[in-house]
């Protein structure tokens, strides 16, 4: 996992819940590095699930629900890393129905051999899409805060259901109006 996602989720736990909080969980979690990351650096996804399971102890608020708001402070990021990615799109639904055609290609560029999941347009209209998650990783709620944060992001209100179709997770998106 690269190493922009660990950054930025003790940027995260720094700023909203202190240094000291960020400090007991990579304690807890008892990483190979201690905490050391850089933002281009590769590192075990196991050690993200450490860090986040520490940190659900630490708050007592279930992982799910922890990687979910993780993810819609991580959409605030990247597009502050990144700004061309609201010019580049009119609609939370056109940024998410073309994650797999241009935001991952780049993404690839700057950091070659990130794994990231697979996210296929299975139909799309007006105010709706609906998506095919394909990961490994299973990281569903940090998709929800994703889209969340696109959302946002574009002045909506997004309404996300989820179902799981044989090996992959199905997201609807409706536009709500």
Excluded: C, W
Excluded at 15 to 23: I, M, R
Excluded at 120 to 129: G, P, T, W
Excluded at 137 to 160: D, T
């Amino acid at each position: 996992m690269k190493g922009l996602v660990f950054t930025e989720l003790l940027e995260y736990v720094e700023e909203n819940f202190g240094f000291d909080v960020a400090d007991k969980i990579i304690e807890e979690a008892k990483l190979a590095n201690n905490g050391s990351f850089t933002q281009a650096g590769n590192y075990p996804f196991e050690e993200l699930l450490r860090l986040v399971s520490a940190l659900s102890k630490e708050l007592n608020i279930e992982i799910p629900k922890l990687l979910e708001i993780f993810g819609e402070y991580m959409f605030s990021r990247l597009i502050s890393l990144n700004p061309q990615l609201k010019e580049n799109f009119s609609s939370s639904l056109d940024l998410i129905s073309r994650v797999d055609d241009i935001i991952h290609p780049e993404v690839q560029k700057l950091y070659p051999g990130a794994d990231l999941p697979k996210f296929n347009l299975v139909h799309r209209s007006e105010n709706k899409i609906v998506i095919d998650y394909i990961s490994s990783k299973h990281l569903e709620p940090f998709a929800i805060g994703l889209m969340r944060g696109s959302a946002k992001n574009f002045n909506e209100k997004l309404i996300i259901s989820q179902e799981k179709v044989e090996d992959i997770t199905r997201f609807t998106l409706v536009l709500e109006k």
